[in-house]
């Protein structure tokens, strides 16, 4: 067994990989007819090789790229929708239509039809045809690359599609098991991407949504039935909570900013710093509190990581310091009319900030 690489524009299919002499490939690409292996480790010159393709990869490539044939088929035979381009994901696959929408109900006549062709084990064969051949004009493709040579190889799904393709192919539509439409997608120049699974792919997006919606059902205690209703409630629940909790943050913030402002403490340099809070709980207390006369620093956030700063006070003063409080807490922020507020990545240098303010007060103080 050879391995596989891309051979033309259209034909969007991963390489293969595998091992030559137990040695990994890690790559596979053409140059004219040669197909150039990229090993990990170097391999003698003219010894005899003994080539391993990694099936699971080629075959689950081989049923999204047949799906993909199919797919393009049924939806230019049923809605004159015609393939532009198509991706061979890791995870999913995607195929371009000159459309620039279509409806569910488009889309679910689609997966009908190519599952029904997939249930009527349509045989997919292999053609190929010299260049010169009459057949050759009647056959659909998107041209050949401008250093091909050899044969035109034809790929045929019995009665129901003929393309120019050098990709590899199931030989029989029942190797696909099942093709799964999950949706589509805007595209780019008004197209529409029409997004599948295919084979075994299928079978592991159900075991990954079954494994989901049993880990939903323990966790809402519910019937999967009644999943979306009760992650509903729990969204509403939370937005409740959430504006409580905001107009209780609300209320600290002017009591705080009475008590500070009453404080026998007060003036100089006013700091406090809270675990919880946000830049609004910050400045509801710097607007409560008003004074342009004394500087205020108010930070909230973990103390061994990161948070929140407000340096708030003479205009002059906050604009010199303001950088500085941020180059301190190696953080970045803005500020005017007597404000500088941003964020802080290292909380913990909190106490560095305050001396560096205090410092800055005794100094204005002894000029005066």
Known sequence: MAFWCQRDSYAREPDDRGTINDISVLRVTRRGEQADHFTQTPLDPGSQVLVRVDWERRFDHMQQ?????????????????????????????AIELDTPSMTAEQ??????SVNEKIRDRLPVNVRELSLDDPEVEQVSGRGLPDDHAGPIRVV?????????????????LSDLQVIKILGTEKGKKNRTNLIFLSGNRVLKWM???????KALTALL?????DHVEAVK????????????????????????????????DWGGVVILHRKEGDSEFMNIIANEIGSEETLLFLTVGDEKGGGLFL?????????????????????????KKGRFQGKATKMSRRMEAQALLQDYISTQSAKE
């Open 65 to 93: 790229h047949s799906g993909q044939h199919l797919i393009t088929a049924v939806a230019d035979h049923l809605f004159k929708l015609k393939t532009t381009s198509w991706e061979l994901g890791r995870f999913r696959s």
């Open 156 to 172: 045929n799904i019995e009665g129901v599609d003929s393309n120019m393709c050098c990709g590899t192919h199931v030989s029989n």
């Open 107 to 112: 889309v679910a006549a689609i997966e009908q």
């Open 233 to 264: 409630k729990l969204q509403n629940s939370t937005k409740i909570l959430q504006k409580n909790n905001l107009n209780l943050l609300r209320d600290l913030a002017v009591h705080i900013a009475h008590s500070l402002r009453n404080s026998p």
């Open 311 to 335: 340096l708030a006070g003479p205009p002059a003063s906050v604009e010199t310091l303001g950088p500085r409080v941020a180059e301190v807490l190696e953080g970045k922020g803005a500020g």
């Open 207 to 213: 075991e990954r949504s079954h494994g989901t919606e």
């Open 221 to 225: 205690k519910c019937g999967a039935e």
